[in-house]
């Protein structure tokens, strides 16, 4: 991630300051600035290798997918009516009380699906 070149005119504090802008602790000592450019040197790598392992951040299972797919089913595909109103949700038209709870709803139906949608495409990647 960091070349030797980066690293090697920084002073301890500066080290320090670049490991705390990433969150990451010293490898060792932190009296040494060694044990701060070890971290600064390895940390990408031991990133990928904890996600491989499962630590950390993981990829789903495959029945993670199929839960996320059967949510997407459950929820269904909004109605013309369902979809206009979307729209002139979208477009700022409200309506009043009390409907105007329902029309929320289902915006925040219609929002949660793209968002899901839109997860299981990433997770694809």
């Given at each position: 991630?960091?070349?030797?070149?980066?690293?090697?005119?920084?002073?301890?504090?500066?080290?320090?300051?670049?490991?705390?802008?990433?969150?990451?602790?010293?490898?060792?000592?932190?009296?040494?600035?060694?044990?701060?450019?070890?971290?600064?040197?390895?940390?990408?790598?031991?990133?990928?290798?904890?996600?491989?392992?499962?630590?950390?951040?993981?990829?789903?299972?495959?029945?993670?997918?199929?839960?996320?797919?059967?949510?997407?089913?459950?929820?269904?595909?909004?109605?013309?009516?369902?979809?206009?109103?979307?729209?002139?949700?979208?477009?700022?038209?409200?309506?009043?009380?009390?409907?105007?709870?329902?029309?929320?709803?289902?915006?925040?139906?219609?929002?949660?699906?793209?968002?899901?949608?839109?997860?299981?495409l990433l997770l694809n990647m």
């Amino acid at each position: 991630m960091f070349t030797r070149s980066q690293i090697k005119i920084k002073t301890l504090g500066e080290l320090k300051g670049l490991c705390k802008q990433y969150g990451l602790k010293p490898l060792g000592n932190p009296s040494y600035k060694t044990a701060w450019i070890d971290t600064l040197f390895t940390f990408a790598a031991i990133a990928l290798r904890q996600m491989k392992e499962g630590e950390g951040l993981r990829r789903m299972t495959f029945i993670g997918y199929q839960d996320l797919g059967q949510a997407l089913d459950q929820m269904g595909e909004p109605s013309d009516q369902q979809a206009a109103l979307i729209k002139a949700t979208m477009q700022g038209k409200r309506l009043e009380y009390p409907h105007r709870y329902d029309q929320e709803t289902l915006l925040n139906l219609h929002k949660a699906k793209m968002h899901l949608e839109q997860a299981l495409l990433l997770l694809n990647m």
